[in-house]
Structures are given as structure tokens and as C-alpha cells.
């Protein structure tokens, strides 16, 4: 589908989107929380966080309060926990809103206490625990003197407890992962043993979620997976997703150029006999990366990318002149091509996760049901 207003844009298809859910509803068979941080990869949260709740999601998450608020202000009312640090005036919002904030320090809970204490309220919380991957959450071992200190302060009801394996989708039954996943039980046992038994605890995230039944608790988080974001590492794309997000734009200019002229900045590359070269309305500042090795599609056939990336355009070599207008594929299918989100990942050295979240939102998003 083409959008004629835009020269740039991201098609997103939602119905891959509520397929992916519930392909991991099936396969976990416990409730599942959709990830939708950084725009959810880029490809719009507020979007697909209403298809996957409208496939069957629980609960959504992000990273910053500032992406809870959007949520809300689209009048999306499911559970939303916030990952990451909060200012104080944040803290106020989300109890305002009624939205589900992490503790990770005796800090942190003291001063959600003391502002939901302001409020005559209770702000709802998850225990954030590290459990190895040496990034925000208590320490394990003092994940139980956080909880207790949290209930004494009144003003916190622990509503869950959760952590992130660091290599569970790196390598395939990766020791560190078994390790975390012991460290996080010895939690759970050691709030049980203080009276605290939190409704949701969940371990998982996308790879973990298929590849670790053990660490399925009662919710999974799956973020990546829902877009299509390869889980894992190791191995091939999943068959049982589907693709949901294609990047396009289109050939603003098609001319002959002369031998002897080069192409660019840096002038890199040379014609040694005339050539048709074509400019992309798609550069460095649109996500598209200055690399070596560059393909775009162009009626369903691998055109190379030639010279250096500019900020806002880029140069193709064309086998024959083209009509301006012409849609070019950067990401996605055209006729039996394929360029995949691996394909970019492995040309610009950067993590599957990357190419999606690092797409300017300058490229129109286009909602495909």
C-alpha cells in the first residue's frame, strides 16, 4: 500500500501484530505483557499496544513514565508497568493515572511511599530484581529487606516481582540463564517467607518466553516477538510469526550521468563509462545508514546503494530510468525479494532491535489492519 502524501513511510501491519500475539499466548499459556517501549520498537505504541491487547495482552510495558502518559492519554486503560527511574512529579502522575511503577532501592521506595502518602493513596509497584544482568533492580540477595521495608512504608502495595536474564536470547540454554533463573526462585521463597506474595511474577522476556518454559511464571514479556523482531540470536526467523513492518520510500530523480564523474560526498565512487544513477528521498537522518554494501528493491530487483549516505538522500546505480515517484523497498517485500531486519543488522553491525527503534519519525508510520 502506498501513501501518496508521504515520501518516506513504515507500513505496520496490526493483524501481524495480533498474530504474533497469540502465536505466544498458545505457546506460553499464561498471561502475557506487551512491550511497547521506544514507540514499541519504532513502530508505534499506542497502535500496537491496542492490537495486542485486542489479541488478548494483559498488561502492557514501557521504560519512562512520559510513554505510560501517552498510553493513557489514548484512553488505553489495561495495567501499565513502567521499567525505568521516575522524577517525583512522575510519581504524582502515576498514581493519578493509576499506573504501575518498579522499585529497585530502598530510595526509590521511600520516596514512592512518601508521595503516595501526600495523596492519601497507595501506588502500586514491582519489585525490579537483578538477578545478574547487572543493570537496574535490587540485588537479589537484598530483594527481601527492599520488600519488607516497602510494606512498612504504607504507601506501596507490591502488586509483582520481576527480572531479566541477560543471555537467554543470546545462546540456547546459556548457564547464565539457569543461574538467574535459580537466583530468582531463592527470591520468590525468601518473600514467601516474610508473608509477601506478589499476584504477577514474571522472568521472561521474548526469547526466554519460547525457550525457557521454567521461567514462564504466571506472565511473560514479550516486546520484540510481537513486531517480529527476531528473539533470539542464534538460528533462523521464526516461521510461526509473521512480518509486521516494511520501510519505503521513493526515486525522486533518474538521469544519465557522464563517465568521468564521480558520485557524492567524498566522491568514492567513479564512473568509468556513463551510468543511470538515481537519488532516494531516504538518508543518515531517516535511520538509513552510511554503510558499505547498501541494497534498496526497486520492482522487486536488488538495486546497489553507490557513494556515500547523505543526511536526507542517498544515490542508487539503476539498470534503466525510472519515473520519479517510484516506490523503493528498504525494508520488507517487493514482488519475491525480501530485504529482512536480519539482512540490515548483519550489513550495518548493529542489533535486530536497532533497525526498527532507529527509523526517524519522520517516516510516516502507515497503519495496515
Request: negative net charge; proline residues 4%.
Amino acid at each position: 500500500m502506498n501513501d501518496i502524501n508521504n515520501i518516506s513511510w513504515v507500513e505496520i501491519d496490526l493483524s501481524a501484530v495480533q498474530h504474533n500475539t497469540k502465536y505466544y499466548l498458545e505457546t506460553v499459556g499464561v498471561p502475557l505483557m506487551a512491550v511497547v517501549k521506544a514507540n514499541a520498537f519504532g513502530c508505534g505504541a499506542i497502535e500496537v499496544g491496542k492490537s495486542a491487547l485486542a489479541a488478548g495482552a494483559s498488561w502492557l510495558a514501557v521504560a519512562r513514565y512520559c510513554e505510560a502518559h501517552a498510553l493513557r492519554e489514548a484512553n488505553i486503560t489495561a495495567p501499565i508497568l513502567v521499567f525505568g527511574a521516575v522524577t517525583p512529579e512522575e510519581v504524582d502522575q502515576a498514581i493519578h493515572e493509576n499506573v504501575t511503577l518498579s522499585i529497585y532501592d530502598f530510595e526509590v521506595a521511600r520516596l514512592y511511599a512518601q508521595r503516595a502518602q501526600n495523596y492519601r493513596s497507595k501506588i502500586s509497584v514491582h519489585i525490579k530484581v537483578d538477578t545478574g544482568l547487572g543493570r537496574l533492580g535490587v540485588i537479589y540477595q537484598d530483594a527481601q529487606s527492599l520488600a519488607k521495608f516497602a510494606v512498612e512504608q504504607k504507601g506501596i502495595a507490591i502488586d509483582g516481582v520481576y527480572s531479566h536474564f541477560a543471555m537467554a536470547d543470546v545462546t540456547l540454554n546459556n548457564p547464565m540463564s539457569y543461574l538467574q533463573l535459580r537466583r530468582f526462585n531463592d527470591v520468590l521463597q525468601a518473600l514467601q517467607e516474610i508473608g509477601i506474595s506478589p499476584k504477577w511474577i514474571h522472568c521472561s522476556n521474548s526469547g526466554a518466553a519460547a525457550y525457557i518454559p521454567e521461567a514462564r511464571f504466571n506472565l511473560v514479556r514479550v516486546g520484540a516477538g510481537l513486531i517480529a523482531i527476531k528473539p533470539v540470536d542464534w538460528g533462523t526467523f521464526p516461521p510461526e510469526l509473521q512480518r509486521v513492518i516494511s520501510w519505503k520510500t521513493r526515486l525522486v530523480s533518474s538521469k544519465v550521468i557522464p563517465a568521468g564523474w564521480s558520485i557524492g560526498y567524498g566522491q568514492n565512487y567513479h564512473l568509468q563509462k556513463d551510468e543511470i544513477i538515481g537519488v532516494l528521498a531516504i538518508g543518515y537522518a531517516d535511520g538509513f545508514h552510511n554503510m558499505p554494501d547498501n541494497e534498496v528493491l526497486i520492482h522487486g530487483k536488488r538495486i546497489p546503494v553507490i557513494g556515500n549516505v547523505c543526511c536526507d538522500m542517498c544515490m542508487v546505480k539503476l539498470p534503466d530510468l525510472y519515473p520519479n515517484g517510484t516506490e523503493v523497498v528498504l525494508l520488507g517485500n517487493q514482488e519475491d525479494e525480501w530485504i529482512t531486519i536480519e539482512d540490515l543488522a548483519l550489513r550495518w553491525k548493529l542489533s535486530d532491535g536497532d533497525i526498527t527503534s532507529l527509523i526517524s519519525p519522520r517516516n510516516h508510520r502507515l497503519y495496515i489492519n
